[in-house]
């Protein structure tokens, strides 16, 4: 009997849990949607892949100078005309126009660096992406997801905060490759940082050197501004 009501429990609780976690908004389809920047392609991830979603479903364009990003499924873009190798910086500044505007809960952007293989089976990549609620996190795909700092990424007073829904709000994100070790700097304050080995490990980067560029999660708009490799 005992063992019952206490089975019975736990499944209440894991059902409270799993109510009170944030709701996973189902992705849009973006209208006019695909890549209208030449020298630059993109893929979706494997699960809305699946679902039969394209990189139509997301957009990549010019506005003035920098980058416009809507997403319907989180999408990777990548720079397939100019790779980083040995020692670089990967910088950009991204402007979130109107905090979760597409979305009911925050969602990150940022840089990728490392990327090999891209849209194929085997493709690698790691980025640095900040939300604008404070956090950050740092992942990969190698071919599966691995995270690098924590599964549900980190705080960081460095990392600014909308005011509110609908606020604009600002992240200056760089990752660095020097010598063997591998970082990320939000708003000029490195916030993570990790040997090439780590990163580097089975089911991880094939190689820090790679095409770079910005991914962005599911159902967000951002625009990215001064997108480029120092070394």
């Known amino acids: 009997m005992k063992c019952t009501q206490i089975a019975v429990m736990l499944m209440v609780l894991g059902g409270v849990a799993v109510a009170q976690g944030p709701p996973q908004d189902a992705n849009r389809k973006v209208e006019h949607g695909g890549i209208f920047v030449p020298g ?4 979706v991830d494997d699960l809305s892949a699946k679902r039969g979603e394209t990189i139509e479903n997301s957009r990549l364009a010019m506005d003035g100078k920098n980058l416009h990003v809507t997403t319907g499924p989180a999408t990777t873009y990548w720079n397939v005309s100019d790779p980083a190798k040995g020692d670089y910086t990967v910088s950009a500044t991204f402007r979130e126009p109107h905090y ?9 952007y940022g840089i990728v660096i490392g990327a090999n293989d891209m849209g194929t089976e085997n493709q690698s990549f790691l980025y640095c992406a900040a939300y604008g609620s404070g956090k950050f996190i740092v992942r990969g795909m190698g071919p599966g997801p691995f995270q ?6 980190q705080e960081n007073e460095a990392v600014h905060k909308a ?3 609908d606020a604009e709000v600002v992240q200056q994100i760089s990752m660095q490759v020097k010598g063997d070790t591998v970082s990320c700097s939000i708003n000029g304050t490195q916030v993570w940082s990790a040997s090439k080995t780590d990163v580097m490990a089975s089911g991880k980067l094939k190689s820090t050197d790679g095409a770079y560029g910005i991914r962005s ?12 490799l120092s070394k």
């Open 163 to 165: 005011a509110g829904k």
């Open 217 to 228: 999660a599911h159902n967000t708009e951002v625009e990215v501004i001064d997108l480029k």
């Open 100 to 108: 979760m505007n597409l979305n009911d809960h925050p969602h990150p």
């Open 148 to 153: 690098m700092n924590g599964r549900t990424g």
């Open 40 to 43: 630059w392609k993109g893929v």
